[in-house]
């Protein structure tokens, strides 16, 4: 066999270099990559690390303790770095008195500007009393300077945040108490003046005042959140009225006609028996949709808004029902239907339920006819009964005065940015109709 590379000249030409050619005994600028392994891609970067996750945890952590045993332990490291160098020798000082060395007095006073705030947002009053008074006593015997005496200004701030019906009288006392200590000092010969004591009294209130706006702005949120809960029950009590409302009256109303009706028939067996069967899946049905709202009442607030939203039945099950009961109702729809939410479908079929249900009540045995028309972004559905004979107007009531079932049916569609009307028609009859959007998730 003849050598192919012989007659190939890709095989015996030499490949022009495709960077700077490399001299022997030189390395190369550039280290060269392992060749890589066939079909092999590159793993993907993982995400990056976040620096800051276990600072968050611990945070979330921290806060999910009890405020005392919180308050505890700040506490404790307060008073530890009290101690410690360099802190221990920094602090607030007031009057300038002249100062002695460290004693086992001063370390009594300092453990009472610091450990009392273990206490500061129980009793908010007594850590700034004794927090206060130690301080006084510290400043008045010559102590050194030590980071303890901060905690005066915590113990201030609780008192303003945490403080109880008594913050007033507490904020007299405290003044009250001041002014002494300002008296006491002078008596020992400070050379402070009245223009440092009003100056220091001052960063003293704006302390306070600092926790009383922290506990003015808790207390209305805490407010804010009581109103919003409140709304929100006053919001599910008016839906569940509406449903009951819904639900007793059609069902209740049209086992009252079925049940009127099925006396006349005792004379045709077959025929009475359709109308016991009629009534017997109306209250199945009215129970199915009654136990599902007691669930309601009695769930724990665990369930999401589409468990807590009955699933809608279909219209023509209503149309038969009602035809069942004797009332002569045409059914046209047209169109496909969307996409709806549970909510906007719940509502177009109590719109179809409230208005069969009047017309059986106010228009027993005139035609009614429901049309329900369905466009890319929304259902449009129109009840309309006929009236009188001789084009009488049907007589008033509620069903004309917006009763709670319109009324209802009107807060429902227009929470879902829809319209809605209902009355007279130009026959005498009466006409509902409701457009609703399909993407409705109220």
Not at 139 to 153: I, Q
Not at 156 to 172: N, Q
Request: proline fraction near 8%; hydrophobic fraction near 40%; include cysteine.
């Amino acid at each position: 066999m003849e050598d192919r590379a012989a007659h190939d000249p890709r095989a015996t030409a030499c490949p022009e270099p495709v960077g700077p050619a490399l001299r022997p005994g030189r390395p190369s600028a550039r280290p060269s990559a392992a060749p890589a392994s066939r079909g092999a891609h590159p793993a993907p970067p993982g995400p990056p690390a976040d620096p800051l996750a276990g600072l968050r945890r611990l945070a979330r952590w921290w806060a999910s303790r009890p405020v005392g045993t919180r308050d505890r332990a700040f506490a404790l490291v307060f008073t530890a770095l009290s101690f410690a160098p360099p802190l221990s020798g920094i602090g607030a000082r007031f009057g300038d008195l002249p100062t002695h060395g460290v004693s086992l007095t001063g370390v009594l006073l300092t453990l009472g500007q610091t450990l009392p705030l273990a206490v500061r947002t129980r009793w908010p009053a007594a850590c700034l009393a004794v927090t206060g008074i130690s301080f006084a006593v510290h400043e008045s015997l010559g102590c050194p300077p030590t980071f303890g005496s901060v905690g005066l200004y915590l113990a201030l701030y609780s008192a303003g945040a945490h403080g109880g019906s008594l913050r007033r009288s507490v904020a007299l006392v405290a003044t009250g108490g001041y002014v002494i200590f300002c008296v006491v000092l002078h008596a020992l010969g400070s050379p402070a003046g009245p223009a440092d004591f009003l100056l220091y009294y001052a960063v003293l209130a704006v302390l306070w005042g600092l926790g009383l706006l922290v506990r003015e702005r808790r207390a209305h949120e805490a407010e804010r959140r009581r109103l919003t809960a409140q709304a929100s029950v006053a919001q599910e009590r008016s839906r569940l009225a509406r449903e009951l409302h819904d639900v007793v009256t059609h069902h209740v109303t049209a086992m009252v006609v079925q049940a009127g009706a099925a006396k006349y028939l005792t004379g045709a067996p077959e025929r009475l028996d359709d109308a016991l069967d009629a009534i017997n899946g109306t209250g199945r049905r009215a129970l199915a949709e009654l136990r599902f709202l007691l669930g309601v009442l009695e769930a724990t607030g665990e369930s999401g808004d589409r468990e807590r939203t009955p699933m809608p039945g279909r219209v023509s099950d209503l149309v038969e029902q009602t035809r069942a009961g004797g009332q002569p109702v045409e059914l046209a729809e047209e169109g496909e239907q969307p996409e709806m939410a549970v909510a906007a479908r719940l509502t177009a079929y109590r719109v179809v339920q409230e208005s069969l249900t009047n017309a059986v009540k106010y228009a027993a045995g005139r035609q009614t006819r429901v049309r329900v028309t369905h466009g890319p972004g929304w259902t449009e559905v129109e009840v309309m009964t006929a009236g009188a004979p001789g084009g009488a107007p049907r007589p008033a009531g509620p069903h004309a005065s917006g009763g709670r079932g319109l009324a209802g049916l009107r807060e429902r569609v227009e929470m879902l940015g829809g319209e809605f009307a209902a009355g007279p028609a130009p026959d005498g009859g009466f006409r509902v109709s409701a457009r609703i959007p399909a993407g409705g998730a109220a």
